[in-house]
């Protein structure tokens, strides 16, 4: 058998909590240099999928293998294998005591050993990558919410991740304030960072989104080419789902 090098390749995911099962048997596969954008309703389970592709979640069972490497395995280096795997969350979770340069420092310095001066000039570099590198000395409260989420980027891709998650990384910004953070995750995507991404934006999964998952339920409605996905869905969900996100006033349920 050829061997197929994913970067995420996930199996018959199954989650959990108690008597509610939230992911009821997940499969699909994210390759190198590929963006994935995961549409779906609230509670469809998009968070508990991307929480367990680092094991934020424990699976109650099934595989999730990212880079060859079996994080489902129980003998895996979890910590190890985490440290491929940025995650960007919708709270940007900055430590408020810190600067921007000591927040995008400080995960370097204590799980990846680099020394300061090595540290300092990564966190610079990916500052710089998405546009606040004059910010390096503000702390997180004198910044915006997308500039604040920035940082929370520039933290995760100073980790030199080969896997960036993404929760819905705009959904707690002003509207004026998404562009931003959208532009620097699509100049993420054009250098060819590999990308899970739920998100509610239509426009940017259209565009930058090599493929898109639609998600109700617990289980995967729709995988396709994003112009298929959200320009002609098959299914009567994803259409529901589209109608709804596209136009919050339409109330046909
Ligand atoms: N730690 C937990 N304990 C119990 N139930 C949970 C837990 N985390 C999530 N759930 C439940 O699992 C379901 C899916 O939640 P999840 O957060 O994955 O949905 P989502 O698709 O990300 O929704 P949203 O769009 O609102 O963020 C929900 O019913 C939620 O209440
Ligand atoms: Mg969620």
Do not use: W
């Amino acid at each position: 058998m050829t061997p197929v090098n994913h970067a995420v390749e996930i199996r018959d995911l199954h989650k959990r909590f108690g008597k509610l099962e939230v992911l009821k048997g997940i499969d699909f596969a994210v390759d190198p240099g590929q963006v994935v954008c995961v549409i779906g309703p609230s509670g469809s389970g998009k968070s508990t999928l991307l929480r367990c592709v680092n094991l934020l979640e424990q699976p109650t069972s099934g595989r999730v293998v990212v880079h060859g490497v079996e994080l489902t395995d129980r003998d895996v280096d979890i910590d190890a294998a985490r440290r491929g795997i940025g995650m960007v969350f919708q709270q940007f979770n900055l430590f408020p005591h810190m600067t921007v340069l000591q927040n995008v420092m400080i995960s370097q310095r204590r799980v990846l050993k680099r020394g300061k001066a090595e540290a300092e000039r990564i966190a610079r570099e990916n500052l710089d990558k998405v546009g606040i590198g004059e910010k390096c000395d503000a702390y997180p409260v004198q910044l915006s919410g997308g500039q604040q989420q920035r940082v929370a980027i520039a933290r995760a891709l100073a980790m030199s991740p080969a896997l960036m998650l993404f929760d819905e990384p705009t959904s707690a910004l002003d509207p004026e304030l998404v562009g931003d953070v959208l532009t620097v995750m699509r100049k993420l995507a054009e250098e060819g960072m590999t990308m899970l991404v739920v998100t509610h934006e239509m426009a940017f999964a259209r565009d930058v989104a090599d493929r898109v998952v639609f998600m109700d339920g617990g289980v995967i409605v729709e995988d396709g080419p994003a112009e298929q996905v959200i320009g002609a869905p098959r299914h009567e969900r994803t259409k529901t789902f589209l109608s709804r996100v596209l136009d919050p006033t339409h109330t046909d349920i």
